[in-house]
């Protein structure tokens, strides 16, 4: 059974950072490419980054470049997103996401985590 448990989520002032982790478990980690969406409410869930399963390629949303940095420890199942200079839009709950695939994408990912929530004031 997959399961991927985010947690790290919390409320911090603009212009904070948090630590996001996501473990993995039931599936071989470094096979997969990772991701991060995330859903305010009244919205539809976005993507927020990626990282391939090396490591090595990256992908983030436009509104995020240069403040958030996905990373991943394949022998700990785990990838992180470091958010920094936090903005009151960046509130919202976040799911990590697994795509069995590989691929590097915005899109299409087979397993989702429940979500932590991030909440942000001004």
């Known amino acids: 059974q997959v399961q991927l448990v985010e947690s790290g989520g919390g409320s911090v002032q603009a212009g904070g950072s948090l630590r996001l982790s996501c473990e993995a478990s039931g599936l071989t980690f470094s096979d997969d490419a990772m991701g991060w969406f995330r859903q305010a409410p009244g919205m539809d869930r976005e993507f927020v980054a990626a990282i391939s399963r090396g490591g090595w390629k990256t992908s983030y949303k436009d509104s995020v470049k240069g403040r958030f940095t996905i990373s991943r420890i394949n022998a700990k199942n785990t990838v992180y997103l470091q958010m920094n200079s936090l903005k009151p839009e960046d509130t919202a709950v976040y799911y990590c996401?697994?795509?069995?695939?590989?691929?590097?994408?915005?899109?299409?990912?087979?397993?989702w985590g429940q979500g932590t929530q991030v909440t942000v004031s001004s």
């Open positions: 996401a697994a795509r069995v695939d590989g691929v590097v994408a915005e899109a299409e990912y087979d397993y």
